[in-house]
């Protein structure tokens, strides 16, 4: 009687050390899951600022000029809501790529008043969500 009470008691031990590995081993891949879509985000965002900087620079050593801009950036130039536009694409890696492989748009729209360019930049997945948007102002 004393053996079969000790496997017993040994079991239901067993099976609470496996419960509560199985509730770390939950926990462990909810926080791997959560860090690997933060660096993800993380890493979108950073590239998003690279390009969109680099936009930035391209309008400002261009005076503002669009189809000068296009040209230096890749991009194609147009009009958007009325005012003249830069649009480029990206692929997953950040490349330079067509609209029907990108994942990510850069959007330059250009405003003049007097002799100041206002360029208002956003990048955005194509889903819709924008990663960054800024204004650059040049003088032409």
Same mark, same amino acid.
């Given at each position: 009687m004393n $053996?079969? *009470?000790r496997s017993t008691l040994f079991l239901i031990e067993q099976l609470i050390v496996v419960a509560v590995f199985s509730l770390c081993a939950a926990a462990c891949i909810r926080i791997l899951t959560d860090a690997y879509f933060t660096a993800n985000n993380t890493r979108d965002i950073s590239n998003a600022l690279l390009v969109a900087e680099s936009g930035a620079e391209s309008y400002k050593a261009t005076a503002g000029d669009i189809i000068k801009t296009a040209a230096l950036m890749d =991009?194609?130039? =147009?009009n958007v809501g009325g005012s003249p536009a830069v649009v480029v !694409? !990206?692929?997953n890696q950040w490349q330079v790529c067509g609209e029907d492989l990108? *994942? !990510?748009r850069l959007c330059l729209v250009s405003e003049t008043t007097a002799s100041l360019h206002t360029g208002e930049i956003s990048v955005e997945?194509? $889903?819709g969500e924008q990663l960054i948007a800024f204004t650059v102002v040049t003088h032409g």
């Open positions: $053996t079969r *009470s =991009g194609v130039s =147009g !694409y !990206y692929d990108a *994942s !990510y997945k194509l $889903t």
